[in-house]
């Protein structure tokens, strides 16, 4: 009783804090961020590239571990605590999981754990892997990334933090105690999970996320118009998405599909989101100019982990276009949002790293005709009243996907399914965004390196600790 009345204290308390000051763009105050992740390899290199960064511009205010993803929640807690220990950050909070759950009513409890996707989430952990069976174990599947290849222990000194189950931070609690502090920028690149289900807990909290922004999705086929020239040819310009293998759906992309729901729920939360999807991803590569250059700036901890964490991915890489094929995901994203962040008057994401748009998209949850129970629905099989009061014949009614192999989502050719779509569309289910296209070429003419982004991220890894941080 007591444990699950602290939250509901710290919302009443913050709740009467001080207003939130609107035009923080203009103060020197620094930018407080909230980052949660699913600690693949890139999200690693994402956290290097933030927490680098000088603290009174940019201030990680805490890491949310999202456990729907490429790793699992004692490893990826053991990983981030690791990473922060020998990056001086031990005073970062993490959290990961929870006991709560959804009820059948679709009522949320407190610190519901996340680790299944919100529309299969019950009052248990277990379950099938709807969406999360897209994410193989073997080689280069969970259990590499949960180790890090063997890396994180073999490089990474260990501290003092350790994960402890039941004694953990939640994600949910740690989300609330970093949002109500002031306004916050959030940073998604794992699935929407624990996110979405902070937002449909904490509607209170929502005027103190400033913006949020988001790896993830595929919106425009990447050969859509000449911006292929990076990508393997057997790849077929209708496949936009990342899924392996995309028989079934050809369209998602891994950290939205994993949950749509949860990124539906995000994007037409009202908050401002912008999105580096593979369409701007797929454009920056880990070249192999910038390996060698890697390679030769190994100066400190953090660019000796990258460099040794990519070396085992690419000597272990299927085909012998690594350096075309695997690209710099969460890295880029979070790149992009510091420079758009840092310029603080653009209002069209003006940025040193990507080229921006707004588009009119919209997520797809299921896949029509919708309103027909098929089994494949938890939002809508054999209930009276549908959860979270979708309507009976709305976008989220139609089939869900029920795996990687499902028949409904199987065509000869290509596969239909569309869930975790984020789809142009006019009219009124379609929001606003400013999206990510492509990398910006290197400024310097004479660079070896292609894309501006290769030198700043170099550039950033290879900074010595900076002397107002000891
Ligand atoms: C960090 O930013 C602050 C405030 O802008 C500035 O005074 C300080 O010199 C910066 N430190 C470094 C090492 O750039
Ligand atoms: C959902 O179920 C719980 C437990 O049975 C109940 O306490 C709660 O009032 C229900 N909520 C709604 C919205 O029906
Ligand atoms: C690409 O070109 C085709 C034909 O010119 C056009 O129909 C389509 O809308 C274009 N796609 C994008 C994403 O611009
Ligand atoms: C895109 O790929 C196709 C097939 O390999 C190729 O014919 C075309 O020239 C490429 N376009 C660009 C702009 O590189
Ligand atoms: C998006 O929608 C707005 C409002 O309906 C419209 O003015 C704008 O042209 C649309 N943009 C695109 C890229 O479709």
């Known amino acids: 009783m007591i444990l699950l009345a602290i939250p509901w204290m710290i919302i009443l308390i913050v709740s009467i804090g001080p207003p939130i000051k609107k035009n923080l763009m203009d103060s020197e105050q620094p930018r407080r961020i909230l980052v949660d992740t699913d600690v693949d390899t890139d999200d690693v290199f994402a956290l290097f590239y933030l927490l680098k960064q000088n603290k009174s511009e940019f201030d990680l205010q805490a890491i949310t571990i999202n456990a729907n993803g490429w790793s699992d929640g ?108 002031g306004p916050t920028t959030v940073f998604l690149i794992g699935s929407h999970t624990n996110f979405a289900i902070f937002l449909m807990s904490n509607p209170h909290l929502k005027k103190n996320v400033e913006h949020i922004y988001v790896m993830g999705g595929a919106i425009r086929s990447y050969c859509s118009n000449g911006t292929n020239s990076t990508r393997s040819e057997s790849e077929q310009c209708s496949s936009i998405g990342n899924l392996y293998p995309k028989e ?20 037409h939360s009202g908050i401002p989101v912008t999105l580096i999807p593979l369409d701007a991803t797929n454009t920056i590569p880990v070249s192999k100019d910038f390996f060698i250059e890697l390679e030769k700036r190994q100066n400190t901890y953090e660019a000796q982990y990258c460099y040794q964490s990519l070396k085992i991915i690419r000597d272990n890489w299927q085909t012998d276009r690594f350096h075309e094929d695997y690209d710099m995901w969460d890295y880029f994203m979070v790149g992009t949002a510091l420079s758009i962040m840092r310029n603080s008057q653009s209002y069209n994401g003006e940025n040193e790293f990507s080229e921006m748009e707004y588009m009119n998209i919209t997520l797809v949850t299921s896949n029509g005709p919708y309103g027909i129970s098929d089994g494949s629905n938890p939002l809508i099989d054999g209930l009276a009243v549908p959860k979270f009061n979708i309507q009976k014949n709305g976008v989220h009614a139609g089939h869900v996907q029920m795996g990687m192999r499902d028949p409904f989502c199987s065509r000869v050719g290509k596969g239909k399914c569309q869930d975790g779509y984020m789809k142009e569309v006019a009219g009124p289910e379609a929001v606003r965004v400013l999206v990510a296209t492509k990398a910006k070429p290197s400024h310097d003419s004479g660079s070896l390196l292609e894309k501006e982004f290769y030198e700043s991220f170099l550039d950033v890894l290879s900074s010595p600790k900076a002397d107002w941080e000891v």
């Open 74 to 181: 004692g490893h990826a807690i053991n990983h981030i605590y690791d990473i922060l220990f020998m990056m001086d950050k031990d005073h970062i909070p993490v959290g990961v999981g929870g006991e709560g759950g959804i009820l059948p009513n679709g009522t949320i409890l407190p610190n519901v754990g996340g680790f299944l996707p919100i529309i299969d989430q019950g009052m248990s952990t277990a379950g099938g892997c709807r969406y999360r069976q897209a994410i193989w174990v073997g080689p280069n599947g969970r259990q590499d990334i949960n180790s890090n290849f063997g890396l994180r222990k073999a490089f990474l000194p260990q501290g003092g933090r350790k994960y402890t189950p039941l004694e953990q931070p939640t994600a949910q609690q740690v989300m609330i105690n970093a949002i109500s502090g």
């Open 248 to 267: 079934s759906n050809p369209y998602a992309e891994y950290n939205i599909f994993l949950d749509p729901f949860a990124a539906y729920t995000v994007l």
